[in-house]
């Protein structure tokens, strides 16, 4: 009795609430924003105008399209001339026209013809038609031209047929205008309200003329007019206005209290006769080429109705905050709850509460064979939902065998079967199970639980495994000779305990993730967490209802089929569909490639030749869908650089490639959703320059000249230094510019020698084909040589004219190492390296003595440190350190050779001539450093400069 009192039937509260399946776009962009008109572009793009001006819906983004021209933002009657452009206008008398997505000012209505309200259309010969005042007609020319003056001096509205007939009605008259002729074509229309005539266009290319501010027409009929009166509430404080279809028979009424109603053209209601959306102001209307139905709004953005026959029932006030779960059926009605612990009946969209229940609805399943009603751990007759029996198990899953009246269920604790008296009993099967299923005619229990799919069979369990894998369950039918499994990896067929076949994805199956199964006749219907998907057995097809065809969620959680209706809960309320009135096939909108841009700013065509310097490509895709995106990808392919096809989500329009190598390319492009690939591909071409220094051709060329070139240059100036030289000791009596003429002589014979090293170094690059490496060292021997010969002719340079050979020398050193020498060379800031001057070339000798001698035959790591100090204030000291292999073990090295160094005997030589002509002495000290072993860690050579005032 305790149960009993927790329950109770409510059968006076009903509530009729039904209205179709939609989602609101633009709730947050255009909140505030009152639109007055709407078109669709011929790229499938939106145009809305509003009391903000003009705006621009690429299915994405809603954008503002500003216009410093526009003297009043609320702009209206958008309308497409017969050329596809988009014309509109505001209560200012500006007309304007969209081109290239901007406002253009198109003509300036004259003050004389201004009026409250204003209507324009295009005749035949493609000129504007402006109804004011007067009607009149925009010459492209921009003469004008008047066709009628309105006798009541009030806008009348213009409509236009399939032909490019235009009609207007006034006075109990209907006019047309075709062929730049005005006629009346019927002279006495029924009079039927004092309030102005509309005329529209129905889909069949009739006229309807609807009264101004009621819910009365006269629809032609053949070449008569009947009245029509649209049956709503009677409250003469509303005023309606008429949006009709041009591709169905179809009548929205809007209310100036918010909300519409719906019908036929011949007053026959639709939607039980109920206003529909009932909290917003509808304005205008769009019917899409997908399909889509747009009701627009004032301030609340826009209604989108992806299909009409897809019902939803969240406007009920019955069901407010409850969170719907689970379905079943009985008989002709549908029974549903939630967390609110609340059961409602649905019969022919009327819902009324059956049973209150504190609990939220876990489990709800009616059994027809035994009548009964299972709600939680409750059950009920089915009858009168009289209280039978209650037991602790919240069950997952349940089955009546049809051939006894033996009673399944699995929950959280295991197997079970019901008895006479409605207990629970436990078959020795303690796992967590989900699903259920008996095939009576092999005797077999399948059993869905927490550890895999398992069987009974001859007293005893066992798992099914597939492909060595296990099988988690969450739903199991029989259908004909077959058991059905849905599964986390598809739909798995058994007959006789065998996997015959598997449906996935690869089939056309939305998701591998398989929530719930039912077979209807010769269908099985299919839940997952991608949507609901009807299965054709004899034809082995799925037909689709998704997002795109009007599904307010894929949360789906439970489902039910009625009459071949479908009632479906999702995380957005309960829904109610059928499948034969959902297309086919979704068509796949049109793509192009909207831009291209090479290194992030200039824009490019195709088939363009690209320097190699531009080898950074980004595309740009464009394809406009007020469907559900969300399955939508674009596949593309690189042909040239990569084979293989990739996909991107479709909200990441932008593809990049970075640092193409040079080559001829095509980029290919497509979209797909979950069940095709769209037929059509955009292509662009375009061709990379290879880099000119790259070839193998310019390399081996370029280190030839340069090589001959230096060598020729080089000989041709040696030649031209001695024979200078020689005339100067012709000339020249005195011994000391003799000396001097033999120091610069030994000075210039330092330089073939380091070519010679450097030339071999090159040569060895080349034969190792290093290409890349030989072209970076012949540019920096260039550059020394550039210095070797601009600094030969001078007695003295600047230290830092010093270093900076030196550095550029021992580079080159570094380089023919192979990285295995590292070298130093440090002063102190406060060295004043720009005004002290030394000899020039001075230090080189002995850093490459160092080298050669002390580092070529050392094995590991060689490190060189030249650095320069100021003694006292006119000396200069230079200290070179080496960790070579020191003087003694080079001795050994080279005293059994002929080759006498010409380095180190031109060294000294050049100090003593040095020495003559100065009066401080250029000092040279060399040591071995050594351990406290007295091994030796290289050599230190300190060269003492006296610098020149």
Sequence with gaps: MKNKLLFFLLLTYVCFAQQPSHIIIGEEELAGVNIYSIIQDEDNTVWLSTNNGLYHYDGLHFNVVSSAIVKDLSLFGLTKDNNGMIYCYNLSGQIFRIVKGKL????????????SVIYINFDTDNALLVSVNALLKVKKDKQVELIYKYQ??????????????????????????????????????????????????????????FVNLEPRALVQQQKNFTLVNFNVINDKSIHYSAILSKKKDLVWLTSSKNGAYCFNLNGNPLYNNKLLFKDYFISSYLEDTEGNFWLCTFGKGVVLIPNLNVIDYTNNDLLEKDDLKKITKKGNNIYFGGTKGTIYQLNKDDIKIELKNQKKIEFLKYVPKSNLFFVNGQIYDGTHLNFLASNNYNKYDFFQNQLSDSIYFVTRSGLYYLDEKLDGKNLNYSVRSYAVFNDEKNRILWIGSSTGLEIFKNK???????????????????????????????????ENEQLI?????KDQLLSNNVLKLIYDKDWVYVSTNEGLQRYDLKKKTFKNFTKSEGLLSNAIFDFEILDNQIYVITSKGIQKFNFDAISVSRN??????????????????????????????????????HKDKRNLKYVYQLKGYDENWYTTDYYNNTIKFTKLPAGKYEFRVKLKDDSQISNQMETFCFEVETVFWKKWQFIVGAILVITCSVVMYYRSRIRYLMRKKNEEIEKEKYIQELNKSKLTALKSQMNPHFMFNALNSIQEFILQNKKELASNYLGDFADLMRSYLQYSQEDYITLRDEIETLELYLKLEKVRFENEFDYKVTYKESLDI?????????IQPFVENAIK????????????????????????KCIITDNGIGRKASQEINKNRKHKSFATEASHNRLQLLNQNIGQKIGLEIEDVLDEKSQSLGTRVVVTIPILN
Excluded: M
Excluded at 501 to 505: A, L, Q
Excluded at 834 to 842: A, M
């Design 104 to 115: 253009e000012l198109y003509w300036q209505i004259p003050k004389e013809y201004i009026s």
């Design 152 to 209: 009541k001096e009030s806008a009348c509205q213009i409509a236009k047929d399939d032909k490019g007939q235009l009609f207007f009605s006034e006075n109990e008259k209907l006019f047309q205008y075709s062929n730049n002729q005005l006629k009346v074509i019927k002279t006495e229309l029924p009079q039927i309200s004092n309030n102005l005539l509309k005329p529209e266009i129905t889909y069949t290319n009739d006229i309807a003329l």
């Design 460 to 494: 005893a369990f066992s798992k099914l495994k597939v492909d060595g894998q296990t099988i988690f369950a969450s739903h199991i039918i029989g259908v004909e000779n077959q058991v059905w499994v849905a599964s986390s990896s598809g739909i798995l067929i058994f």
């Design 501 to 505: 076949r598997k449906i996935t994805t």
């Design 588 to 625: 796949l909108p049109s793509l192009k490639i909207d831009n291209v841009i090479v290194n992030g700013f200039k824009k490019i065509g195709t088939n363009e030749f690209l320097s190699s310097s531009e080898n950074t490509i980004e595309f740009s895709l464009f394809s406009v869908t």
């Design 834 to 842: 720009d005004s002290i001057q030394i000899p020039s070339f001075l």
């Design 853 to 876: 001698h002390g580092l070529l035959h050392k094995e590991g790591a060689k490190q060189i440190d030249v650095q320069f100090l100021l003694e006292k204030e006119a000396v200069l």
